[in-house]
Nanobody, 124 residues
Framework: QLQLVESGGGSVQAGASLRLSCAAS????????MGWFRQAPGKEREFLGR????????FYADSVKGRFAISRDNAKDTMYLQMNSLKPEDSAVYYC?????????????????WGQGTQVTVSS
């Protein structure tokens, strides 16, 4: 089992920055793609970006490209989300995710884990 623990959320003013962390334990991350998502009240969970842990390739959703940045510390098995120029509409619970596809003789299935989430509140 892979455990994911987010931290770094809080309440900030618009324009501020925050850095979220996602610490993984229980398994090595080499075969996983790690991602950040958020969910605001009454809205669906929104994809923000992902990093392929094996080679570090990063992809961002258009909604956060240029303001948010994903990074990692391999030695600590930790992923980060640097959020700059925060807006009130960025207020949400932020989650990290680990996903890999396992192929067996019976077919493919997802091996997926979520953290518990960390609250980010941005006031105007």
């Amino acid at each position: 089992q892979l455990q994911l623990v987010e931290s770094g959320g809080g309440s900030v003013q618009a324009g501020a920055s925050l850095r979220l962390s996602c610490a993984a334990s229980g398994r090595t991350l080499g075969t996983y793609t790690m991602g950040w998502f958020r969910q605001a009240p009454g809205k669906e969970r929104e994809f923000l970006g992902r990093i392929v842990w094996s080679f570090g390739g990063i992809f961002y959703a258009d909604s956060v490209k240029g303001r948010f940045a994903i990074s990692r510390d391999n030695a600590k098995d930790t992923m980060y989300l640097q959020m700059n120029s925060l807006k009130p509409e960025d207020s949400a619970v932020y989650y990290c995710n680990a996903l890999r596809v396992i192929t067996t003789t019976q077919g493919e299935h997802n091996d997926e884990y979520w953290g518990q989430g960390t609250q980010v509140t941005v006031s105007s």
